[in-house]
C-alpha cells in the first residue's frame, strides 16, 4: 500500500493495483501549487464531508478519470445529480470493494457544500486491504467512538487531523492514537491556512516523547506500508 500526501485532508492510495483519492483539494491550495490534478489517477474518490476544502476538485478529477465517487448518501447524491458515477455509504455500514473493504465510521464535525446545501453527516474510513489496514479520521474532534476502530480492525496507520481550530490538535491527535492502538500516525488538516499552522518540530516531538511516530509529509510525498 502507497499512501501520497497531496496537501491538506487529500491523500491518495494505491492498493491491490487500484488508486484511491481522499478529499481532493488541491487546485486553491497554494502550497500544492506543483501539483497538477490532470496527472492524479483515481478509481475511487472517498470523500469525509460536503466542505469546501474537501470536495473541491472531486467534480473535474472524476470526469476526467471515471472514479467513482463513495461517500454517505447526502454527498453521494449531489454528485450523481452532476453525472458521476457514486457508491452511497452510511456510518457503521460496510463494502467490499475491489481494493479492500471500507467502513464508513464517525467523525465530530459539521458538513454542508459552498452554496450551503446538506452535507450529510461527516465521516471517517477503515480501508482493510490485502495486507495493510489505515484509518483515516477525516475532521473531527476526538471522540470515544475511536475505541471500537480496533475492537475490529488492528490497524497499521493512522491518518489523523492535527490543526486544531477546526478539528483536534496534536494532543487530543496523541490521546486518539491510544484509543486507536496505533502508534504511527500521519499528520493531516495543517498549514492550510494561518489559523491551523504548526510547530512541526515541537508536534513531531509531542509524539515521540510518547513512543509514538508522527509523519508529516512533504506535499507530493509518499510511505510505503
Not at 1 to 25: N, Q, R, W
Not at 74 to 101: C, Q, R, V
Not at 189 to 204: Q, R, S
Request: proline share 3%; aromatic share 10%.
Amino acid at each position: 500500500m502507497k499512501i501520497t500526501f497531496y496537501g491538506h485532508a487529500c491523500i491518495g492510495i494505491e492498493v491491490s493495483g487500484k488508486h484511491i483519492l481522499v478529499d481532493p483539494f488541491i487546485s486553491a491550495n497554494p502550497l500544492a501549487s506543483h501539483i497538477d490534478i490532470n496527472t492524479i489517477k483515481a478509481d475511487y474518490i472517498l470523500i469525509t464531508h460536503a466542505h469546501q476544502d474537501h470536495v473541491l476538485d472531486v467534480e473535474a478529477i472524476a470526469k476526467r478519470t471515471g472514479a467513482v465517487v463513495v461517500s454517505n448518501y447526502e454527498i453521494a447524491m449531489y454528485f450523481a445529480g452532476k453525472g458521476l458515477s457514486y457508491h452511497p455509504m452510511n456510518h457503521g455500514g460496510s463494502w467490499k470493494f475491489d481494493f479492500g473493504t471500507v467502513k464508513y465510521v464517525n467523525a465530530i464535525h459539521t458538513s454542508s457544500f459552498a452554496d450551503g446545501s446538506y452535507g450529510g453527516n461527516p465521516g471517517g474510513f477503515v480501508i482493510e486491504g490485502e495486507h495493510k489496514n489505515i484509518y483515516i479520521a477525516g475532521d473531527t474532534a476526538l471522540t470515544m467512538d475511536m475505541k471500537l476502530i480496533p475492537m475490529r480492525t488492528k490497524l497499521d496507520l493512522a491518518i489523523l487531523p492535527i490543526g486544531s481550530n477546526f478539528t483536534m490538535d496534536v494532543d487530543d491527535a496523541i490521546v486518539a492514537s491510544d484509543f486507536l492502538e496505533c502508534d504511527k500516525i500521519l499528520g493531516y488538516h495543517y498549514d492550510t491556512f494561518g489559523i491551523i499552522v504548526i510547530n512541526h518540530e515541537e508536534a513531531i516531538k509531542k509524539f515521540f516523547d510518547k513512543g509514538k511516530d508522527l509523519m508529516l509529509l512533504e506535499i507530493g510525498g509518499s510511505i510505503d506500508l
